[in-house]
């Protein structure tokens, strides 16, 4: 997937192999499914109901999200004040967010949310404060 085709956030089925008398596998593959290299992979699970996270955007992260179990709600809003909703309730639908976007995220208690990550963990890489990331200007 070109970087240009990817560049706003949206949501992505991912092929179901299997049926329901044997069961499911979903594949994430690099160069066919995800438009990053992807060096980090982390999870999120056990949030308490209704606790909302997030509140930052990333420099430069890309990110490919799945609720594996339950559901997540997400918040995201671009510079330019774009708003966009999405909820995860299928662990074949992955939420690509670009670099660039606030995010408030609200998981169920069951949520399991795995993200694929397109760069190592850098807390430089963070804009945790909403006035920062509306001035934030990006230098290449
Ligand atoms: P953060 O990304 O702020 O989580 P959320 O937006 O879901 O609330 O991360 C929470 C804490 O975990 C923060 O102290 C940084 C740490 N962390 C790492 O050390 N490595 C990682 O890869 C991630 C994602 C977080």
Known sequence: MPREMAEYPKLIDFKEIGNSALGYITVAEYQKSIPFDIKRVYWTYYT???LVRGHHAHKE???????LSGQIEFQLESQAGEA?????????VGLYVPSGFWRTIKLSHNAVLLCLASEVYVEADYIRDYKDFKNYTKID
């Open 48 to 50: 308490p109901n209704n």
């Open 61 to 67: 992260l890309r990110q490919m999200i799945f609720a």
């Open 84 to 92: 966009y909703e999405f909820k995860l309730d299928k662990p074949s």
